[in-house]
């Protein structure tokens, strides 16, 4: 039974996959070499070896990217031709037949600060057991952005969940390192162990307010580093209300 | 997935430096202009201030010219797998799951991991015939993770014409368990083989072991549970 739900799921993620790269295929771009040469490496990585050169004046077909390398086809000896993957900063070494220059969005500072969507991971402490946290983002403006955000800690005596909806204020946009502050409002789910059989099998939930602060520094082509702390109000049917606060440090990837 | 090329035409690079010539002209005439007015006699004034009227900043900027390309970019990674889990005490078991990564660069890639399965009996069910310690819907296993994975790129020569790219890559990641009715906290490292047969499609191996703390069967301890997969996995 799980199995037949998991291969009708399977096919259809496959499908999907199929779709979404079938979908609108990209233009054609031919650009002329300007530099002395190019060098045309076997893979999309430093490490593979450099099997061609273009020279200047050469004419060099885009294909498709991968990170930060662009696969290319190129005229070879007599009718064949090549197919290997140049640098990025090739691309600036290169020119449309017109003599336009051309630029690629790559990560960048520059590009960080037009960036649309934001994709973290962090790993801290929630009230001292180990918790996880998914973030989605979404850059609103320079300075604003809206997260939602999933945390799960699992402690020796329960299992809590927190979502939550936050608008985030980051201070200096234009500096690589700059704090951030954040306001926003969720829901805590805590589930007691399945061996603490006194406490039964309950779920609690309640809403909460957060504060947070922290870091966030641009490190490397579409990553940023970020490190926040975080003060949660637990609005509970009790007569008090909770607090708890999390530390985390994660990492981020840029759209 | 796309990114973008932008091409700008080189000629309309030309115009900033203009506009400074221009500017450092003006300068350089009301300047004179200054000078002229503090000595000389009033009619003088007049002529000098009428050389001094071209505008400061000329607002012809010519626009420059961009164009956008799209070029499919190949980011991102879905992983369908297949495989054998050894839950400890609870025998080996077929596991299914996927996975979802984002290539950051050549080196790095972050992935997600879901994985599901059902675990047997321990050695003392099947042995004394009776007393099971998990109800059926206990025995459900599943998990998830994020990992950070590092890759070793390489090639795998077939043959002298045929020539594929690999990687050789190291996983570190945290995520959760859930079983016997409760989610723990896991940790899961291990390493896989990656054979790229097209640019978009790929076959890989992988061994992880996924630990976490459990006290399913008395004691509180940590378990090992090692997991060998293959799967095929689509760039896009």
């Given at each position: 039974?799980?199995?037949?739900?998991?291969?009708?799921?399977?096919?259809?993620?496959?499908?999907?996959i199929?779709?979404?790269h079938?979908?609108?295929?990209?233009?054609?771009?031919?650009?002329?070499?300007?530099?002395?040469?190019?060098?045309?490496?076997?893979?999309?990585?430093?490490?593979?070896?450099?099997?061609?050169?273009?020279?200047?004046?050469?004419?060099?077909?885009?294909?498709?990217?991968?990170?930060?390398?662009?696969?290319?086809?190129?005229?070879?000896?007599?009718?064949?031709?090549?197919?290997?993957?140049?640098?990025?900063?090739?691309?600036?070494?290169?020119?449309?037949?017109?003599?336009?220059?051309?630029?690629?969005?790559?990560?960048?500072?520059?590009?960080?600060?037009?960036?649309?969507?934001?994709?973290?991971?962090?790993?801290?402490?929630?009230?001292?057991?180990?918790?996880?946290?998914?973030?989605?983002?979404?850059?609103?403006?320079?300075?604003?952005?809206?997260?939602?955000?999933?945390?799960?800690?699992?402690?020796?005596?329960?299992?809590?969940?927190?979502?939550?909806?936050?608008?985030?204020?980051?201070?200096?946009?234009?500096?690589?390192?700059?704090?951030?502050?954040?306001?926003?409002?969720?829901?805590?789910?805590?589930?007691?162990?399945?061996?603490?059989?006194?406490?039964?099998?309950?779920?609690?939930?309640?809403?909460?307010?957060?504060?947070?602060?922290?870091?966030?520094?641009?490190?490397?082509?579409?990553?940023?580093?970020?490190?926040?702390?975080?003060?949660?109000?637990?609005?509970?049917?009790?007569?008090?209300?909770?607090?708890?606060?999390?530390?985390?440090?994660?990492?981020?990837?840029?759209? | 997935?796309?990114?973008?090329?932008?091409?700008?035409?080189?000629?309309?690079?030309?115009?900033?430096?203009?506009?400074?010539?221009?500017?450092?002209?003006?300068?350089?005439?009301?300047?004179?202009?200054?000078?002229?007015?503090?000595?000389?006699?009033?009619?003088?004034?007049?002529?000098?201030?009428?050389?001094?009227?071209?505008?400061?900043?000329?607002?012809?900027?010519?626009?420059?010219?961009?164009?956008?390309?799209?070029?499919?970019?190949?980011?991102?990674e879905v992983?369908?797998?297949?495989?054998?889990?050894?839950?400890?005490?609870?025998?080996?078991?077929?596991?299914?799951?996927?996975?979802?990564?984002?290539?950051?660069?050549?080196?790095?890639?972050?992935?997600?991991?879901?994985?599901?399965?059902?675990?047997?009996?321990?050695?003392?069910?099947?042995?004394?015939?009776?007393?099971?310690?998990?109800?059926?819907?206990?025995?459900?296993?599943?998990?998830?993770?994020?990992?950070?994975?590092?890759?070793?790129?390489?090639?795998?020569?077939?043959?002298?014409?045929?020539?594929?790219?690999?990687?050789?890559?190291?996983?570190?990641?945290?995520?959760?368990?859930?079983?016997?009715?409760?989610?723990?906290?896991?940790?899961?490292?291990?390493?896989?083989?990656?054979?790229?047969?097209?640019?978009f499609f790929?076959?890989?191996?992988?061994?992880?072991?996924?630990?976490?703390?459990?006290?399913?069967?008395?004691?509180?301890?940590?378990?090992?549970?090692?997991?060998?997969?293959?799967?095929?996995s689509f760039f896009f």
């Open positions: 039974m799980g199995s037949c739900v998991f291969a009708r799921w399977r096919a259809s993620l496959i499908f999907i199929f779709a979404l079938m979908q609108g295929h990209a233009d054609e771009l031919n650009v002329v070499v300007t530099s002395p040469f190019i060098d045309v490496h076997t893979g999309p990585a430093s490490e593979y070896p450099v099997f061609h050169v273009v020279s200047k004046g050469e004419n060099v077909e885009i294909l498709m990217s991968r990170t930060g390398w662009y696969k290319v086809r190129i005229d070879g000896r007599g009718e064949k031709t090549l197919e290997g993957w140049i640098r990025q900063e090739s691309l600036l070494e290169t020119a449309l037949p017109d003599g336009s220059g051309l630029m690629a969005s790559s990560g960048t500072f520059d590009d960080y600060q037009t960036r649309d969507w934001e994709i973290s991971i962090a790993g801290g402490v929630l009230d001292n057991i180990s918790a996880m946290t998914l973030v989605g983002t979404w850059v609103w403006t320079r300075n604003l952005s809206v997260d939602a955000s999933y945390t799960q800690a699992l402690g020796d005596f329960s299992d809590n969940k927190i979502w939550s909806i936050r608008m985030r204020h980051t201070l200096f946009p234009g500096w690589k390192i700059s704090p951030y502050l954040a306001i926003g409002t969720g829901e805590i789910r805590t589930q007691p162990r399945a061996n603490l059989v006194q406490s039964g099998n309950e779920i609690r939930k309640s809403s909460h307010y957060e504060v947070a602060a922290g870091v966030r520094y641009y490190l490397t082509r579409s990553v940023l580093l970020r490190a926040e702390y975080r003060s949660l109000l637990a609005l509970t049917d009790r007569d008090e209300q909770e607090r708890l606060d999390q530390w985390m440090l994660g990492a981020s990837v840029f759209f | 997935m796309h990114r973008i090329i932008s091409a700008f035409s080189k000629t309309n690079t030309l115009t900033a430096p203009r506009v400074m010539v221009s500017a450092s002209l003006t300068l350089t005439a009301l300047l004179v202009a200054m000078a002229l007015s503090l000595s000389v006699v009033s009619n003088a004034q007049a002529q000098a201030s009428s050389n001094a009227q071209s505008p400061d900043i000329d607002p012809n900027i010519e626009r420059r010219d961009i164009k956008e390309f799209d070029i499919d970019s190949e980011n991102i992983t369908a797998f297949a495989g054998v889990i050894s839950i400890e005490d609870f025998e080996s078991n077929v596991i299914y799951g996927a996975r979802i990564a984002y290539h950051v660069n050549e080196n790095l890639f972050i992935e997600g991991t879901y994985g599901a399965t059902t675990a047997g009996e321990t050695s003392f069910e099947v042995l004394s015939g009776g007393a099971p310690f998990l109800t059926e819907a206990q025995r459900d296993y599943s998990y998830y993770d994020v990992s950070l994975g590092y890759n070793f790129n390489g090639e795998l020569f077939v043959t002298d014409n045929l020539v594929l790219n690999t990687d050789l890559y190291l996983t570190l990641g945290a995520g959760s368990t859930e079983f016997g009715g409760d989610e723990r906290f896991t940790l899961s490292a291990g390493a896989g083989y990656r054979l790229l047969l097209t640019d790929a076959v890989r191996l992988d061994v992880r072991d996924h630990i976490f703390n459990s006290d399913i069967i008395g004691a509180e301890k940590n378990v090992q549970n090692l997991t060998y997969t293959i799967s095929t």
